[in-house]
């Protein structure tokens, strides 16, 4: 019996979303969206025909150019996402790690939405488009204001073993919170004394970015 349209749109929806968030191989899409393969590689294929999804030289699937462009337009749009590209790089520049936004995906859980990579030979890269918990992260109590008077929480292991992440919140006009600015170093790079000059850092860059969205009362720390 055909499915209906509706299960064939939630299907591919599920498919894209593998996508977005890294890709992968045939098997290894279907498998996340919990498909079986030939449905998997039916939807794919429609996909890949609206450009949506591209399949490269070695056969694994990524983000296709109409897709980009449509996150894209989107987050055009956002000023949060367009006035955090200085501090990141700025972030990025002082501390030497890798800077990052992140805004609320739901009650759960946070979506990093643009990410300035550390130059360093070992880094904490891939965390753009990437979701994590709410729950006992950095970034997730910066969205909660959950913060100490030094404008920034830090938090160690909490998602990945060995990353030490550094975090304050960025507040919007209203005074609440539209997002988040952090650090994510090797904890090998994060003892104490750097934590609280990343932190410092962070939290500069996060008031300065809510004054610019015309945060009232932002400061530094």
Do not use: C
């Not at 593998?18 to 996340?32: D, H, I, M, P, Q």
């Not at 990025?92 to 739901?106: F, K, M, R, Y």
């Not at 410092?200 to 008031?207: I, N």
């Amino acid at each position: 019996m055909p499915e209906s349209g509706t299960r064939t749109v939630e299907r591919a929806l599920a498919l894209l979303a593998a996508v977005a968030e890294g890709g992968g191989t045939l098997s290894e899409l279907a498998r996340t969206a919990e498909l079986s393969p030939s449905t998997a590689s039916r939807l794919l294929g429609t996909l890949v025909q609206r450009e949506l999804v591209r399949r490269d030289e070695h056969g694994r699937y990524q983000a296709g150019t109409r897709l980009r462009q449509l996150a894209a337009a989107t987050l055009r749009e956002d000023p949060l996402y367009e006035l955090a590209g200085p501090h990141l790089e700025a972030l990025a520049q002082e501390t030497g790690e890798t800077a990052n936004l992140a805004i609320a995906a739901d009650e759960d859980q946070i979506v990093y939405l643009r990410q300035v990579v550390s130059q360093k030979l070992v880094q904490t890269a891939g965390w753009a488009g990437r979701t994590v918990p709410r729950r006992g992260t950095a970034v997730g109590d910066a969205l909660r204001g959950a913060v100490d008077r030094s404008g920034y929480v830090a938090r160690m292991g909490a998602v990945e073993p060995d990353v030490t992440s550094i975090a304050a919140p960025v507040y919007r006009p209203d005074g609440t919170i539209a997002g988040a600015l952090s650090v994510l170093a090797p904890s090998y790079r994060a003892p104490r004394r750097r934590v609280e000059s990343y932190g410092r850092a962070v939290a500069s860059h996060a008031a300065e970015l809510s004054r610019s969205l015309g945060a009232p009362g932002a400061a530094a720390a």
